[in-house]
């Protein structure tokens, strides 16, 4: 008998990370010394109080039984909290937050709940590759890619994408151009999303990591027509822990819950338990030590990096947002990541992003200072 995949799952586009992916298996297989920027995972720790939860509520039995697929009732109002005091804006824990296991499984599931077969989805190109691929393409529904160009600093132009799309996917802090967003230009995407009816779904996984004078705010400060994503991953690095959350408009929160009763069980309560504690760690709208620690990690990160490819002459601006440098390298983005990878650098080419990220390599701010330095001095050598 021979096994073929459904046309859902051969409409995906070839994955395009294969070959530097093998390259890099086979190098650190040689014993090559590789200083990866490829992947936005956080090197730093767990903070000790999570951790330290984690282990108590692990002791206890009734920690080890199914959670509710909507998410744990206590850890629901621990979210709605949260939004008052960091957003001040008001949730019912009841109708309108769903908890995910991790941002990724909700940003995929809402598609299913909303968008039918041949519908159109807009998706910001470059982006998160899941809105176009994991919501729209596995929906048997149509991403439409509509520009984030550097000269528009990665905001998506109103005035000229398509209004007859179901949904619209949208990130800032950005993954993978680090670009925020101000708070004139999100209301503006809400009035936008409201004029043509087209449903929001705001991915804010990265709004705890930013710079400078910035700090994103929630789309629903601005109305309560949307659907938003976080997430702990980034904010608390937790990213193997699968803890994330929805909230927003109470018939997209009902839609996407009832496809997750369907599919998952939710993420285990020792962990949404530990959630409600890193979440209790904002005693108002500023970060906490345990988050502004880390944010202070990426920020010298950055300094160092974006000094240091400047000095290479590359037009690498200071992103306010997540851990992330993307910045033009010529034509051909693979082309410059093979040879990096030569170098023992591993960056990430911009065309996997999507064929507007082409000419543009994304590096990951998930190596110590030193490491920086060196991958530097690497890369100099070779350029
Ligand atoms: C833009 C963006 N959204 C969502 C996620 C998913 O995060 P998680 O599923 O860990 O919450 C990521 C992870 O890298 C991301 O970059």
């Not at 769903?98 to 041949?118: Q, T």
Request: glycine fraction near 8%.
């Amino acid at each position: 008998m021979t096994y073929e995949f459904a046309d859902r799952l051969r409409n995906l586009p070839p994955y395009l990370f294969a070959d530097i992916e093998e390259k890099v298996i086979k190098k650190i297989a040689q014993g090559v010394d590789m200083i990866d920027f490829g992947i936005g995972d956080p090197d730093l720790p767990t903070p000790r109080p999570i951790v330290e939860e984690i282990k108590r509520q692990l002791d206890d039995p009734v920690n080890h039984r199914y959670p509710s697929s909507q998410g744990e009732e206590d850890t629901r109002h621990a979210i709605a909290e949260w939004y008052a005091r960091r957003f001040g804006v008001d949730v019912d824990p009841d109708t309108e937050i769903a908890i995910l296991l991790g941002s990724k499984e909700g940003l995929a599931n809402v598609a299913r709940a909303f968008i039918n077969p041949g519908e159109k989805v807009l998706c910001p190109d470059p982006a998160y590759p899941v809105y176009a691929q994991g919501a729209t393409t596995l929906c048997d529904a149509v991403p439409i890619k509509a520009p984030l160009d550097a000269e528009n600093d990665f905001q998506l132009n109103l005035d000229e994408i398509p209004q007859d799309a179901k949904m619209l996917y949208l990130n800032y802090p950005n993954n993978p151009t680090g670009a925020v967003a101000s708070r004139d230009y999100l209301k503006n995407v809400m009035s936008w999303c409201k004029d043509t009816e087209t449903i929001l779904c705001y991915d804010n996984a990265y709004s705890e990591m930013t710079f400078d004078d910035y700090v994103a705010p929630s789309v629903l400060e601005f109305g309560q027509q949307a659907i938003e994503f976080g997430s702990l991953s980034k904010t608390f690095n937790m990213t193997g822990y699968r803890m994330g959350y929805a909230v927003g408009d109470a018939t997209l929160v009902a839609g996407l819950k009832k496809v997750k009763s369907q599919i998952d069980s939710g993420t285990p309560k020792f962990i949404q338990k530990a959630a409600s504690v890193a979440l209790g760690a904002y005693k108002d709208a500023t970060r906490p030590e345990i988050v502004q620690s880390s944010v202070d990690v990426y920020q010298k990160r950055r300094d160092v990096m974006v000094a240091g490819l400047s000095r290479l002459g590359f037009d690498v601006k200071l992103p306010k947002g997540t851990f992330y440098l993307f910045f033009s390298v010529g034509d051909n983005s693979m082309e410059f990541a093979s040879r990096m990878l030569d170098a023992g650098v591993v960056v990430t080419p911009g065309v996997g992003f999507g064929a507007n990220g082409e000419g543009f390599v994304r590096m990951a701010l998930t190596q110590p200072v030193e490491r920086i330095e060196e991958a530097l001095e690497r890369m100099e050598k070779v350029l």
